[in-house]
């Protein structure tokens, strides 16, 4: 029994002094995996993008440029197992006050290899721009802002939702497949959550909202649920979607109730040229639908980006210029556009990158308004 108990606290003190070292590092590299054996892990991690805008007229007196430092992301990451089928994602992002707010709180279930469920706070299916964010679009920062509108305008933070999703590949990965019901945050400006709606006399029945995604790669698979608007140069991409939702009485005002629905398609084409670098290419179209209610909401978008990536180095990085177009048609006979011109410093992947952007938007009836836009992106 003493034996016993000698190897007990054996083990103890060496798993004591294991942890610590783990946690010594984790604070030296901010990011690290604790392994606690039998399946059981710990991950951390960071993200931050941060920028220095300057945007025409932006300043207090109408006729200046503004010129500002801003945080524009600030997410923490948190990734645990419990079993090799059963794991957890914890993530959090700075909302438009600058408080940190629950971005993803997910339960993550493997049925089996290829099939999933997951539970909790989390990005619905959607197009490939709203699924790729902020951190892995062709030009840096959310590439949809105009065109994908309930990333831009929906969601409780980052366009999140609260609900449950199946998703899984087939075809050797190559089909991926996501089905999920939601609470339903796909809201557009000037509608009311189902609380204000509650408070403001609006009666309306509270039903959930349903999103779904196919989408099939003709050359390399793309597993997994979240998507990438590039890889890099990385892989030789061939690839379709389509997305679409709806929510019953999803559109709430104090004027009308509306059912709420959107789809869309998109492709992305990115090809390896041998010695050179690789090209992207990738598209968009959408419909939103508001039953009338919002017509500013409601009416067709359209995306389309290419990028070029030098295969060799400038200093420690690679250069990938790119352009983007987006043009939203809303149903109250006002477009947007909007064109951006840019250069992506690319360090680390994902990982490291700065980039610089020149944007204008056309407003229909409103004076053209351009912006220069450079950001430093790291997640370590």
Same mark, same amino acid.
């Given at each position: 029994?003493?034996?016993?108990?000698?190897?007990?606290? /054996?083990?103890?003190?060496?798993?004591?002094?294991?942890?610590?070292?783990?946690?010594?590092?984790?604070?030296?590299?901010?990011?690290?995996?604790?392994?606690?054996?039998?399946?059981?892990?710990?991950?951390?991690?960071?993200?931050?993008?941060?920028?220095?805008?300057?945007?025409?007229?932006?300043?207090?007196?109408?006729?200046?440029?503004?010129?500002?430092?801003?945080?524009?992301?600030?997410?923490?990451?948190? =990734?645990?197992?419990?079993?090799?089928?059963?794991?957890?994602?914890?993530?959090?992002? /700075?909302?438009?006050?600058?408080?940190?707010?629950?971005?993803?709180?997910?339960?993550?279930?493997?049925?089996?290899?290829?099939?999933?469920?997951?539970?909790?706070?989390?990005?619905?299916?959607?197009?490939?721009?709203?699924?790729?964010?902020?951190?892995?679009?062709?030009?840096?920062?959310?590439?949809?802002?105009?065109?994908?509108?309930?990333?831009?305008?929906?969601?409780?933070?980052? =366009?999140?939702?609260?609900?449950?999703?199946?998703?899984?590949?087939?075809?050797?990965?190559?089909?991926?497949?996501?089905?999920?019901?939601?609470?339903?945050?796909?809201?557009?400006?000037?509608?009311?959550?189902?609380?204000?709606?509650?408070?403001?006399?609006?009666?309306?029945?509270?039903?959930?909202?349903?999103?779904?995604?196919?989408?099939?790669?003709?050359?390399?698979?793309?597993?997994?649920?979240?998507?990438?608007?590039?890889?890099?140069?990385?892989?030789?991409?061939?690839?379709?979607?389509?997305?679409?939702?709806?929510?019953?009485?999803?559109?709430?005002?104090?004027?009308?109730?509306?059912?709420?629905?959107?789809?869309?398609?998109?492709?992305?084409?990115?090809?390896?040229?041998?010695?050179?670098?690789?090209?992207?290419?990738?598209?968009?179209?959408?419909?939103?639908?508001?039953?009338?209610?919002?017509?500013?909401?409601?009416? /067709?978008?359209?995306?389309?980006?290419?990028?070029?990536?030098?295969?060799? /180095?400038?200093?420690?990085?690679?250069?990938?210029?790119?352009?983007?177009?987006?043009?939203?048609?809303?149903?109250?006979?006002?477009?947007?556009?909007?064109?951006?011109?840019?250069?992506?410093?690319?360090?680390? =992947?994902?990982?490291?990158?700065?980039?610089?952007?020149?944007?204008?938007?056309?407003?229909?009836?409103?004076?053209?308004?351009?912006?220069?836009?450079?950001?430093?992106?790291?997640?370590?």
């Amino acid at each position: 029994m003493a034996h016993q108990i000698s190897l007990y606290k /054996k083990r103890m003190i060496v798993q004591s002094i294991t942890a610590a070292t783990l946690l010594i590092a984790l604070s030296a590299q901010a990011v690290e995996t604790i392994d606690f054996g039998n399946d059981k892990s710990l991950s951390l991690g960071f993200g931050m993008r941060t920028s220095f805008s300057s945007v025409e007229n932006g300043a207090t007196n109408g006729t200046s440029r503004s010129n500002d430092f801003n945080i524009d992301s600030a997410r923490l990451f948190v =990734g645990a197992s419990l079993t090799k089928d059963i794991k957890g994602m914890f993530n959090t992002e /700075k909302d438009a006050n600058g408080n940190i707010q629950v971005m993803d709180l997910v339960g993550e279930f493997a049925l089996t290899p290829d099939v999933n469920i997951w539970a909790g706070r989390m990005l619905s299916p959607s197009d490939r721009a709203n699924m790729a964010g902020g951190y892995y679009s062709l030009g840096g920062g959310y590439a949809g802002v105009v065109a994908s509108r309930y990333g831009a305008n929906g969601g409780i933070v980052a =366009g999140r939702d609260d609900g449950v999703t199946l998703w899984g590949n087939a075809l050797d990965n190559k089909l991926g497949y996501s089905f999920g019901a939601f609470q339903g945050y796909t809201l557009g400006i000037g509608s009311l959550t189902q609380s204000q709606a509650k408070t403001a006399g609006v009666k309306s029945a509270d039903n959930l909202m349903y999103a779904a995604r196919l989408q099939y790669d003709f050359w390399d698979a793309e597993p997994g649920y979240y998507g990438t608007g590039t890889y890099l140069g990385a892989k030789d991409i061939l690839a379709v979607g389509i997305a679409g939702r709806t929510q019953n009485d999803g559109v709430l005002t104090t004027s009308g109730i509306g059912n709420y629905s959107s789809g869309n398609i998109d492709f992305l084409l990115e090809k390896k040229i041998a010695g050179a670098g690789a090209v992207s290419l990738e598209g968009a179209y959408y419909n939103y639908n508001t039953s009338g209610v919002i017509l500013s909401e409601q009416g /067709k978008a359209y995306l389309a980006g290419a990028g070029y990536i030098f295969k060799d /180095k400038l200093g420690m990085g690679q250069l990938q210029p790119f352009t983007r177009y987006q043009k939203f048609d809303a149903d109250n006979n006002i477009t947007t556009r909007q064109y951006d011109l840019g250069v992506n410093y690319i360090i680390d =992947g994902y990982n490291a990158q700065v980039s610089g952007t020149y944007s204008k938007t056309d407003v229909t009836s409103q004076t053209s308004i351009n912006k220069v836009v450079v950001a430093l992106q790291l997640q370590f």
